[in-house]
Nanobody, 127 residues
Framework: QVQLVESGGGLVQAGGSLRLSCAAS????????MGWFRQAAGKEREFVAA????????YYANSVKGRFTISRDNAKNTVYLQMSSLKPEDTAVYYC????????????????????WGQGTQVTVSS
């Protein structure tokens, strides 16, 4: 049984930083692309960032490019999202997710490409 557990959310002022972590268990972590998504109140879940199973390639939504950094530690089965220069519009519940296909990196930004999700962690950015 795959489990993904996020941590690190909280309340921060605009311009501040937060680091989210997602600890995974249940499947060979290093074999799967990992993604971060977010869902603001009343909006659909949207792609934020992804890191391929190899870990050498990362992808970002345009809205966070240059401000957020995704990374992974395959030895610790953990994926991170370092968020800097936070804006009020970054306020959302942030979810980590594990791709449904092993050794696959061609698709990474759609919700339906992931089959396991964490419980989410709230990030609130005040102005």
């Amino acid at each position: 049984q795959v489990q993904l557990v996020e941590s690190g959310g909280g309340l921060v002022q605009a311009g501040g930083s937060l680091r989210l972590s997602c600890a995974a268990s249940g499947r060979t972590f290093s074999s799967y692309t990992m993604g971060w998504f977010r869902q603001a109140a009343g909006k659909e879940r949207e792609f934020v960032a992804a890191t391929t199973y190899i870990g050498g390639t990362t992808y970002y939504a345009n809205s966070v490019k240059g401000r957020f950094t995704i990374s992974r530690d395959n030895a610790k089965n953990t994926v991170y999202l370092q968020m800097s220069s936070l804006k009020p519009e970054d306020t959302a519940v942030y979810y980590c997710a594990q791709h449904k296909k092993k050794y696959y990196s061609s698709g990474y930004s759609r919700v339906d490409e992931y089959d396991y999700w964490g419980q989410g962690t709230q990030v609130t950015v005040s102005s």
